[in-house]
């Protein structure tokens, strides 16, 4: 959490040492990484547009799709919601409590009996974050071999990782390709906002590794989406793709290049590039 609020600080911090900079930017980069980096559902929808239609090859390799995950991880983060907001209505009636008896009124034995109950209010907090898979599954209605599925394959156990795994927050997260925490069979998720803003990430690493032709059906489909949602947000607009064509003479003759999409909107052109790979550091940084 400290580390988290330097990254910040740095962010914030503006000067001319392009190393300043650098730190700003990759902790950025971190720190929205281990947030989640998309608005809402959106990532959720990408996930389930580039994963859905591969629901027997996630089966095989992981053995659960895509909405099954979600619905599962959606469950998860719901219930420790409530069950955090239940437990701290709880402990604002005890502080009231508390705070409502006077000096006056209070015997060693009343003080040491409102302390046991003011200190338990606060110890009662983290086991509402900690739930096993039959939780899960009864709140939200879902099968309990399936939520077992999902919580053991995408968990790390504590003690698993090596010390040096995660030395600072600008190291990546290791919560990005397993987002949940194991103890026997009890778990937490703690980061819920990463993996329900950036699901495709938990799964990508995996599916590019295992066949070259995922990398080329991402590529696709994000093409697809960008072509869509441009078109929607910039109305009275001609659209060209997924795949275009369009002859440009930059100074050798007029030649011809393919894009993964055009979009022409009052005098100018937006050109969608699709990457298919896992984008670089360097990329990261000239974007």
Known sequence: RWLQQLVLVLQATNGPDDQDGYLRLVGR???STVRGESYA???QDLAIAVLRPLDARMRKEFGFTIDEFLGVVRAAADLMNDR???HLQHMSEV??????VSK???SEARRIELGSEFMAAFEGLPPSLIFTATDVATYGGLETDVAVRVLERMSLTAGELEPGTYRSALDPCPFWQRPLLRSGDR???PVA???LRSPLEAFEQRLLASANSFSQHRAKIIDELALGYLTEALPGCEAFGPGAYYHFDDGDGLQRYETDGLIVFEGWVLVIEGKANALTAIFHRVA
């Open 41 to 43: 559902s959106h990532g």
């Open 84 to 86: 955090v907001n239940e």
């Open 29 to 31: 980069l971190r720190f």
């Open 187 to 189: 778990f937490t998720l």
């Open 104 to 106: 006056s009124d209070l």
């Open 95 to 100: 502080f009231r409590r508390v705070a409502a």
């Open 193 to 195: 906002g990463h993996a």
